[in-house]
């Protein structure tokens, strides 16, 4: 059961990551590789706020084209981007203006050819049909409220044989009430 | 729920290849947290389950294969 409506939801989660601020590298310590770490700009590194490692699953291959849904200020992205080369592509997708802003600023850091940033709403994907190769996303599914909408998405985008390397949070025993209709609860 | 999400869409081969315990001790590390959200959580949650409020996972999945023109007209 979802308390908050599609629309309540989304600027609740704009909001909460459009405003957030940074400046800690716990989160991404706890989750990356340091030589990971090293290749990228500090930004991406403190900006870093998904709860796994898809792109460690992904078995990316030089020349795929990879999706990353709500790629956030992009540290995945460029995880990506370094994976399949400069034969392939990775495109970045977020709802949140401000976090792309970031995204871009760490590309041109790094200097990558091959990333695309885009912005979108991973339940109406702005991309063709059959387009990527493969298809992450780092604790992004959760913030859905039509999570069927959006996995449907992804499967119309992926070509024949593609695949997904998703990380989320999961609920194995119910969370009190209160929690699940706080605000700051479903931004997180 | 969320893998049978997976299946019902049309993935297959959908499997959790990472999962680990989610609780206070990794929220405080987000900046998306505020101090008194925490201490609601640590009010409200019975503490047995301070250590495992969700789970983190990881699942990989794929989008079937084409089917050949064979496959499609039901041949021998």
């Known amino acids: 059961m979802s308390y908050f409506s599609e629309t309540e939801a989304r600027s609740i989660i704009r909001d909460a990551y459009g405003q957030v601020h940074s400046d800690g590298v716990a989160v991404a310590e706890a989750l990356y590789a340091t030589e990971e770490l090293e290749r990228l700009p500090r930004g991406a590194v403190t900006f870093a706020l998904g709860v796994g490692h898809p792109v460690r699953h992904a078995a990316l291959e030089p020349g795929e084209t990879v999706l990353d849904l709500g790629c956030g200020a992009g540290i995945d992205t460029l995880l990506a981007a370094q994976a399949v080369g400069p034969r392939g592509k990775a495109i970045g997708l977020d709802m949140t203006p401000a976090m792309l802003e970031r995204a871009r600023e760490h590309v041109g850091q790094i200097g990558l050819d091959n990333v695309e940033l885009r912005e979108g709403l991973m339940e109406e994907l702005p991309l063709p049909d059959a387009s990527v190769d493969v298809i992450i996303s780092n604790g992004v599914l959760n913030l859905s409220t039509r999570k069927s909408r959006a996995l449907a998405e992804m499967l119309r985008v992926l070509r024949p044989s593609g695949r997904v390397s998703i990380a989320d949070l999961v609920i194995t025993e119910a969370l009190p009430e209160e929690v699940l209709k706080s605000p700051a609860a479903l931004a997180g | ?76």
Do not use: C, Q
């Not at chain 2, 699942?59 to 496959?71: C, G, L, M, Q, S």
């Open chain 2, 1 to 76: 729920m969320l893998l049978k999400k997976f299946h019902n869409v049309g993935f297959e081969g959908v499997e959790v290849v990472a999962r680990r315990p989610f609780g206070l001790g990794e929220l405080v590390r987000y900046p998306l947290f505020a101090p008194e959200f925490l201490d609601f959580l640590r009010r409200v949650i019975p503490s047995h389950r301070h250590g495992e409020l969700v789970y983190s996972i990881v699942v990989t999945a794929r989008k079937p294969r084409a089917r050949t023109e064979e496959e499609k007209g039901g041949g021998p």
